[in-house]
């Protein structure tokens, strides 16, 4: 786009002034006060109010600087819509602290709560707490959609209303698969991916419509093999995982759908889950000077727990990584005696693989 040649307030009225002058046969009075000068200043003040109508025009006329509802508008010519937010999902465990001696229903849409009230999520599914038993768990999602509904591990304490039968409930892992909605920037950059693989079943395309149907999604493509690793000719499987390590059936669905109006015409595909590969980690850490062992254990297995879900598809889990990582908070000294499910190597890093932590055990 050419330069704006924009103008002030002071611009506006001396050009005036000069254009005036030029046109006078004698010399004019445009001193402050005068009936001339209030004159040019008020069409100063037009001509400005103008140009802001002018820039706010151009402004919203293009992606790269609308924003909000301008942006959703522009997008929206092309059939591309902003992505909406995500609810945060997970599981919580209910507890007795004295087995019941007759089952115990916990129906769909029983509400639970952070510790301070603030996050609510809600059962996504029934459940039965055995007679004999003392614990379910149960699958949830956050009931306010986006970021907020990520909490860390143990931060899920409140029954909303009495469960008679349930004394306690928790979270054993940290959520971590809650979206906001796409922000402006994020609009921009896809839209562009959006105008590059339009009309085309090449791999960018087939993972821009599946990572399209909602944010958060990971994905990978094994190109001619199928889902038992075997060789089939024109054939690509899709591995999709929102996070969680074990997508629901209708975002397989959808994820579906969406490779289906982007595939070759006469190849085929299947779509699947990540196969969940579980990390248990042990290690021992040391306080530096001034710290306290006690106060190190709780963000040494958070800051590990958080890596290894962060890890996306097909990425390996890496034994010295998690050294480091290790290192990385504030008061460890020393580590010594790590271990992945019982050894030294790396784990993971097979294609529709996710590595999700299982335990993390710091002494």
């Known amino acids: ?157 409140l029954i909303s209303a009495a469960l008679p039968g349930v004394d306690t409930v928790t979270n054993a892992t940290a959520f971590t698969n809650g979206e906001d909605a796409e922000t402006d920037a994020a609009l921009r950059t896809r839209f562009i991916n959006y105008i590059n693989t339009r009309s085309r079943a090449t791999p960018a395309a087939v993972e821009y419509a599946v990572t399209s149907v909602q944010q958060g999604l990971f994905v990978q493509l094994a190109e001619r093999v199928d889902g038992s690793g075997a060789a089939r000719d024109a054939h690509t499987t899709v591995y999709v995982d929102d996070g969680s390590g074990s997508p629901s059936a209708d975002l397989i669905d959808s994820v579906a759908a969406a490779v289906e109006a982007v595939r070759p015409l006469g190849g085929t595909y299947e779509v699947h889950g990540p196969t969940v590969v579980p990390a248990n980690v042990a290690l021992t850490v040391t306080a530096a000077s001034g710290y306290a062992h006690g106060d190190l254990v709780g963000p040494v297995q ?55 932590v299982s335990t993390v055990t710091v002494s």
């Open 1 to 157: 786009m050419a330069t704006l040649s924009l103008r002030t307030f002071a611009d506006w009225l001396s050009q005036q002034a000069a254009a005036v002058q030029a046109s006078a046969s004698s010399l004019l009075n445009v001193a402050s006060g005068t009936v001339l000068r209030a004159i040019l200043e008020a069409n100063a003040s037009v001509a400005l109010w103008m140009q802001w109508l002018i820039l706010l025009v151009l402004r919203t006329t293009r992606l790269s600087t609308s924003t909000g509802d301008d942006a959703d508008s522009f997008v929206a010519d092309f059939g591309l819509e902003r992505q909406a937010a995500t609810a945060a999902t997970g599981s919580v465990t209910f507890s007795a602290f004295t087995a019941p001696t007759s089952a115990v229903a916990i129906s769909t849409g029983t509400v639970v709560k952070t510790g301070d009230g603030s996050v609510s999520f809600a059962t996504t599914a029934g459940a039965t707490l055995a007679a004999g038993a003392t614990s379910v768990t149960v699958p949830v999602q956050a009931q306010t959609a986006g970021t907020v509904g990520n909490v860390l591990a143990g931060t899920i304490t």
């Open 302 to 356: 958070t800051a590990i727990a958080a890596y290894i879900d962060g890890l996306g598809m097909g990425e390996a889990l890496s034994w010295t990584r998690l050294i480091a990582v290790a290192y990385g908070v504030d008061g460890v000294g020393g580590v010594s005696g790590l271990t992945v499910n019982g050894g030294t190597a790396n784990i993971g890093g097979a294609a529709g693989s996710v590595v999700r």
